[in-house]
């Protein structure tokens, strides 16, 4: 074990199963295999530290049974802990436009502690963070890593690229107070030095946003923004560095651009096209399609705060992108499951789940959506996304079967992550 913390919930769950064994023979009713979309019938998994070794049934147990610990879930379902690719865990839900501005960078980050938590108990055990300023979301990821906090496995942005005046600038106040986001960088040669500034301080991936948006006071949701010229200088400069770049895009025209700049995933896409679609079934672009969030904008969003603008643009932003979605998924596009959680609350992640299903997935569609698909993404499916031998431990449990009832993800009663049980 890696440190205090861990040791202590570690030594927690196993105290609670009666020994200090290192290795743990987790059973169940079934298992969800994501890889190959089928349901295994009473499985075993040999967990030691805080990977998986062995993936097995109850019935070839017999060599472990009297040498390790057992944790059995009667009447659950076993699912490699889910992966959301678009979270803000250090933005409050209940703070938007206006609101939001009386909230430091500090105060933000002390409220993701709960945020992450949150997250981490309804079963999502690795996110994306993509769009944090004052590198909250750094300082966030390095206490989980350190064990000093209880959150998910995160892979974070730092604050995002954006044009001056655009969706990723801070456009709520008038000239004289200088209000500037802080990824904002105009030009090729600015969004470079922009993308090296954020790995500088410890960016995961690169969050640029490419259009307008739903939530930004002043800009038009379908509208390029970046240019080609400067969306590939900065993509090109991630990509040299190792980092994958996530598109903030909602318009086909600035869909369209990033994907042939060579981004790997497109987030929202609300009004893709046939083109873009094209586009991203020949560059293998993943898309990320936020089709709970709306729900929360238009139902809970004015008594949060969101300005009357924004409530209008997703009015006419939300039901185009279901309908999309569903086009998106039917031609085959590759899908990650991005929620947006932080415009709505943290810990609610997994209801994106029924709606995909809703709007055209089957539900183990939409399960590999998250987990083996965002894995993928990040280009860690040798460690994360399934439950397989030589991963992370990243395992969660829900009563009954999902397949047949996707919204059982919406209670998850098990949690572990890198074998250590965090709920149960
Ligand atoms: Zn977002």
């Not at 966030?140 to 974070?156: C, H, K, Q, S, T």
């Not at 039901?319 to 947006?340: L, S």
């Amino acid at each position: 074990m890696k440190n205090a913390l861990r040791y202590f919930l570690a030594a927690a769950s196993l105290a609670a199963l009666g020994s200090h064994a290192d290795t743990i023979v987790l059973s169940a009713d079934a298992m969800v295999d994501v890889e190959s979309g089928k349901l295994i019938q009473n499985p075993a998994i040999i967990i030691e530290d805080d990977k998986i070794v062995s993936v097995t049934t109850q019935d070839a147990l017999s060599d472990f049974s009297e040498a390790t610990q057992r944790i059995e879930l009667k009447g659950k379902t076993l699912l490699p802990g889910l992966m959301d690719m678009h979270t803000h865990l250090t933005s409050d839900p209940h703070e938007h436009g206006y609101k939001r501005l009386a909230t430091s960078q500090n105060r933000a980050l002390l409220k993701g502690v709960g945020y992450a938590e949150a997250t981490l108990m309804a079963g999502v055990t690795t996110v994306r963070n993509v769009g944090a300023g004052g590198y909250t979301d750094v300082a966030l990821r390095d206490a989980i890593n350190d064990g000093e906090l209880v959150g998910p496995r995160m892979f974070v942005s730092g604050p995002s690229l954006g044009i001056t005046g655009g969706h990723c600038d801070s456009n709520l106040l008038p000239p004289e107070y200088k209000a500037k986001g802080q990824g904002v960088a105009d030009g090729p040669w600015e969004a470079v030095a922009k993308v090296r500034e954020n790995i500088k301080y410890g960016a995961d991936v690169i969050k640029v946003c490419a259009t307008g948006g739903v939530l930004s006071k002043g800009t038009k949701v379908g509208a390029q923004q970046y240019s080609f010229e400067e969306m590939k200088a900065l993509v090109d400069e991630a990509h040299r560095r190792g980092l994958i770049v996530a598109a903030h895009a909602h318009g086909a025209e600035g869909i369209n651009n990033a994907i042939r700049a060579g981004v790997d995933s497109i987030e929202h896409g609300s009004f893709v096209d046939k083109e873009g679609i094209k586009l991203a079934k020949k560059n293998g672009t993943y898309f990320s399609m936020d089709i709970y969030v709306t729900e929360y904008i238009l139902g809970e969003g004015e008594a949060a705060g969101i300005l009357e603008e924004s409530l209008a643009k997703e009015r006419m932003t939300g039901e185009t992108q279901r309908e999309n979605f569903r086009k998106a998924h039917d031609a085959g596009i590759k899908m990650v499951m991005g929620t947006d959680a932080g415009v709505y609350p943290h810990g609610d992640n997994l209801k994106q789940l029924s709606r995909m299903v809703t709007f055209g997935m089957t539900p183990i569609e939409a399960l590999q959506a998250a987990s083996i698909n965002g894995a993928t993404l990040l280009k860690k499916e040798k460690e994360l996304g399934s439950i397989a031998e030589g991963k992370y431990a990243d395992i969660i449990a829900v009563d009954g079967n999902p397949l047949d009832d996707i919204s059982l993800l919406e209670d998850v009663s098990f949690v572990m992550k890198d074998g250590v049980v965090y709920k149960q």
